[in-house]
């Protein structure tokens, strides 16, 4: 039992450290007294972006257009999710709503 305390604590530590070290490190690398190189303002820019079309290309990857309901939740959901978007410009609202609607749409709707 005392193992299992101690290796829990450690573990915790151990996590709580590692989450201080990764917020803290951009501040010690980049101060405000210095210029954030033209790298990381350019990575900066264009990350967001990349990623974003990542997980849309992950999250796509297994819809088959031929069978099943043709792609027809996840179309709609990613035309929800646009055009929520477009007209909130907020992300938590936009892909908050787009799921929700798209877990309906698989349970009741397509299903």
């Known amino acids: 039992m005392i193992q299992n305390t101690t290796?829990?604590?450690i573990t915790i530590a151990v996590i709580a450290i590692s989450i201080l070290a990764t917020r803290a490190?951009?501040?010690l690398l980049f101060p405000d007294n210095?210029?954030?190189p033209k790298l990381i303002?350019?990575?900066?820019r264009v990350l967001p972006s990349a990623i974003m079309g990542m997980l849309i290309v992950y999250c796509l990857k297994e819809v088959s257009l031929f069978t099943g309901s043709h792609g027809l939740p996840e179309a709609i959901a990613i035309?929800?999710?646009?055009?929520?978007?477009?007209?909130?410009?907020?992300?938590?609202?936009?892909?908050?709503?787009?799921?929700?609607?798209y877990m309906f749409l698989v349970q009741a709707v397509f299903a």
Not at 41 to 44: A, D, F, S
Not at 88 to 100: D, E, Y
């Open 7 to 9: 290796q829990s604590i």
């Open 79 to 101: 035309a929800c999710v646009a055009a929520v978007h477009h007209w909130k410009h907020n992300l938590v609202l936009s892909i908050g709503g787009g799921t929700v609607l």
């Open 25 to 27: 490190l951009p501040f």
């Open 34 to 36: 210095r210029e954030t």
């Open 41 to 44: 303002v350019y990575l900066g």
